[in-house]
T-cell receptor, first 113, second 111 residues
């Protein structure tokens, strides 16, 4: 089954404790991206990647890192999480860019205390 | 920079009604627009993608149109059902490689 998976689905952590949210797709897609969704602010893009070793900042990249060492994986790293990073995070992928249908993961609900 | 607006934020209709959801965008150079559905606590599901050359796309009871000159897209849902209840989002290219989303319309179809 074609899908985008994210782990963990739920995470409660404390300020400053490094964490990684994994994202994996099995569709051989070149384009992957991360979004956060907040009430009243909608979906905002954090980072995106056009292919292996090619990443770029989205609209709200501060406090986040990503890597794309393999085509299927695109982890989101929070080196020192803060409470304002409490949010619902989505990973998405598509064939080769934002002009193609986007496939979204189920989301990761992160709470930073 | 592309801005995408969806009005109304929420809509409630009786079952069986035909309805239209609206999406406005500021950059008329848009070359495609996507409509998504989001169920509570779930990820987004792509419904329709309209290329600027197409003007319209249909899938089952859904029909989406794109009018670049007016900066608008509409999603038409025919014969609405309670199972259509969800939040509907539209998104257009914010830049060469990014998507910009509207804040969504929360649709409730009453039995």
């Amino acid at each position: 089954e074609a899908q985008v998976t994210q782990n963990p689905r739920y995470l409660i952590t404390v300020t400053g404790k490094k964490l990684t949210v994994t994202c994996s797709q099995n569709m051989n897609h070149e384009y992957m991206s991360w979004y956060r969704q907040d009430p009243g602010l909608g979906l905002r893009q954090i980072y995106y990647s056009m292919n292996v070793e090619v990443t770029d900042k989205g609209d709200v990249p501060e406090g986040y890192k990503v890597s794309r060492k393999e085509k299927r994986n695109f982890p989101l790293i929070l080196e020192s999480p803060s409470p304002n990073q409490t949010s619902l995070y989505f990973c998405a992928s598509s064939f080769n860019g934002q002009a193609n249908p986007q496939f979204f993961g189920p989301g990761t609900r992160l709470t930073v205390l | 920079k592309q801005e995408v607006t969806q009005i109304p934020a929420a809509l409630s209709v009786p079952e069986g009604e035909n309805l239209v959801l609206n999406c406005s965008f500021t950059d008329s150079a848009i070359y495609n627009l996507q409509w998504f559905r989001q169920d509570p606590g779930k990820g987004l599901t792509s419904l329709l993608l309209i290329q600027s050359s197409q003007r319209e796309q249909t899938s089952g009871r859904l029909n989406a149109s794109l009018d670049k000159s007016s900066g608008r897209s509409t999603l038409y849902i025919a014969a609405s059902q309670p199972g259509d209840s969800a939040t509907y989002l539209c998104a257009g290219p914010g830049s060469a490689r990014q998507l910009t989303f509207g804040s969504g319309t929360q649709l409730t179809v009453l039995p």
